[in-house]
């Protein structure tokens, strides 16, 4: 399986960006798909995620902000992000938790795509 992220770049604050990933290979589902982010300095953390069934988690400081959606169809998540501040600056990871089937039956695997970086900046 692979994870390709696209999207990113430099943005002013109060603008908007969007980022993709798309999710490739043998794949029986995504149980649960997202974005973490890490900034210079710290730690990796999530910033949103949507599982199978269409719920949605959201870091605190980007509730009401960023917005999370699917094509299931073409396993792609899309991460919308509205009113972007300088402390959204960060590489942002695509992550996968992706049910396979394998030689003895199914089992879930853990995928990181590349990431890419959002910087917001004046």
């Known amino acids: 399986v692979q994870l390709q992220a696209c999207g990113g770049g430099l943005v002013q604050p109060g603008g908007s960006l969007s980022v993709s990933c798309a999710a490739s290979?043998?794949?029986?589902?995504?149980?649960?798909m997202g974005w973490y982010r890490q900034a210079p300095g710290k730690q990796r953390e999530l910033v949103a995620s949507?599982?199978?069934?269409?719920?949605?988690n959201y870091a605190d400081s980007v509730k009401g902000r960023f917005a999370i959606s699917r094509d299931s169809a073409k396993n792609t998540v899309y991460l919308q992000m509205n009113n972007l501040v300088p402390e959204d600056t960060a590489v942002y990871y695509c992550?996968?938790?992706?049910?396979?089937?394998?030689?003895?039956?199914?089992?879930?695997?853990?995928?990181w795509g590349q990431g890419t970086l959002v910087t917001v900046s004046s």
């Open positions: 992550n996968a938790d992706i049910r396979q089937l394998v030689t003895d039956g199914f089992t879930s695997y853990d995928y």
């Open positions: 290979g043998k794949i029986f589902r995504i149980n649960v």
């Open positions: 949507i599982r199978h069934d269409g719920s949605t």
